[in-house]
């Protein structure tokens, strides 16, 4: 699938932005979908996946960096993911990337990148006062 993410932007610390990614070329029901950022220097990070089980269902994984501050969701009509963030510190600043794969990857492999075969363009997340 082609992704392509949008929602970044300048924010100082303790706002939320939401970003969200559109998917294109198939549909993503049978899809897990997540979020990755890189910032400056530093490598690439898992932030958060919605994993597809089975039929409808979805389970929700977040980074420990951000859990309890950020939520993902998907709407497969629409074919979009979200990522809701609040409560924001200048270390989310980095370039934040949907990501896509078919099927219901290994909990071990799911913060891994190399288990995702699709990436976006990605948005810049700026926090700063």
């Known amino acids: 699938v082609q992704l392509q993410a949008s929602g970044g932007g300048a924010v100082q610390p303790g706002g939320s932005l939401r970003l969200s990614c559109v998917a294109s070329?198939?549909?993503?029901?049978?899809?897990?979908m997540g979020w990755f950022r890189q910032a400056p220097g530093k490598e690439r990070e898992f932030v958060a996946a919605?994993?597809?089980?089975?039929?409808?269902?979805?389970?929700?994984y977040y980074a420990d960096s951000v859990r309890g501050r950020s939520t993902i969701s998907r709407d497969n009509d629409k074919n979009t993911v979200w990522l809701q963030m609040n409560s924001l510190r200048p270390e989310d600043t980095a370039v934040y990337y949907c990501?896509?794969?078919?099927?219901?990857?290994?909990?071990?492999?799911?913060?891994?990148?190399?288990?995702?075969?699709?990436w976006g363009q990605g948005t810049l997340v700026t926090i700063s006062s």
């Open positions: 990501v896509a794969r078919p099927g219901r990857p290994i909990l071990s492999a799911m913060k891994q990148p190399e288990t995702y075969n699709d």
């Open positions: 070329g198939r549909t993503i029901t049978t899809y897990t």
């Open positions: 919605i994993r597809w089980e089975t039929g409808k269902t979805y389970n929700k």
